[in-house]
């Protein structure tokens, strides 16, 4: 298995411009989120998604959408992007047991690293 | 809400010594606890989580963590450091009832020096 792979690795945008980071798990997991990660703030959760279709906003979720037509794909699409922005991304995944996905771990991807000028 | 803190920034143990990184948490129920690893320019590695049962969690690497109700405390250990155990260490907690996503704390950079 891959496990969870993201790409681009790196990215530089100017103020104003889109881009999806795109993020895809192949071990069935119906579970997936974003994440980014800035210094001293600890990770933080952007959009998560229960299971294809279905998704719901985190704790900073403007600035950002997402979707899930598949189980395997959680693209992240920033609309206009803003200096404040720039940070490293995760999209994590994990499986769902009898009590749903609230026990298990997670799985995170390597990371994209966003600078937008 | 529920929230999780971990009060050092930076954490320095010499190799070969006992190491502990402190985390506390807060939910309005009972918790599920994680702890999370991140080497350099990696994504964040599973180490443990307590879920019910036995409050002293084995996981990989050698690393353990206790559980402690009372004080709400859910602290990293390890018997040896490595200089290999240097990296970026995480706590999470999520509230075992309702639909409260996974939240981590800051961080804490631990530091072994040979």
């Known amino acids: 298995n891959a496990g969870v792979t993201q790409t681009p690795k790196f990215q530089v945008l100017k103020t104003g411009q889109s881009m999806t980071l795109q993020c895809a798990q192949d071990?069935?997991?119906?579970?997936m989120s974003w994440y980014r990660q800035d210094p001293g703030m600890g990770l933080r959760l952007i959009h998560y998604?229960?299971?294809?279709?279905?998704?719901d906003q985190g704790e900073v979720p403007n600035g950002y959408n997402v979707s899930r037509s598949t189980t395997e794909d959680f693209p992240l699409r920033l609309l206009s992007a803003a200096p404040s922005q720039t940070s490293v991304y995760f999209c994590?995944?994990?499986?769902?047991?009898?009590?749903?996905?609230?026990?298990?771990?997670?799985?995170f991807g390597p990371g994209t690293r966003l600078t937008v000028l | 809400a529920q929230s999780v803190a971990q009060p050092e920034d930076q954490v320095n143990v010499a190799e070969g010594n006992p190491l502990t990184v402190k985390c506390t948490y807060s939910v309005s129920g009972n918790p599920y606890l994680f702890w999370y690893v991140q080497y350099p320019n990696r994504g964040l590695q599973f180490l443990l989580k307590y879920i019910t049962g036995d409050n002293l969690v084995k996981g990989s690497y050698g690393f353990e963590a206790e559980f402690n109700k009372s004080q709400t405390s859910f602290h990293l250990k390890k018997p040896s450091a490595l200089v290999s155990d240097s990296a970026l260490y995480f706590c999470a907690v999520r509230d075992i009832s309702g639909n409260t996503p996974l939240v981590f704390g800051k961080g804490t950079r631990l530091s072994v020096i040979a």
């Open positions: 071990m069935n997991h119906e579970y």
């Open positions: 998604s229960v299971g294809a279709g279905i998704t």
């Open positions: 994590a995944s994990s499986y769902s047991s009898g009590r749903g996905t609230r026990d298990n771990e997670q799985f």
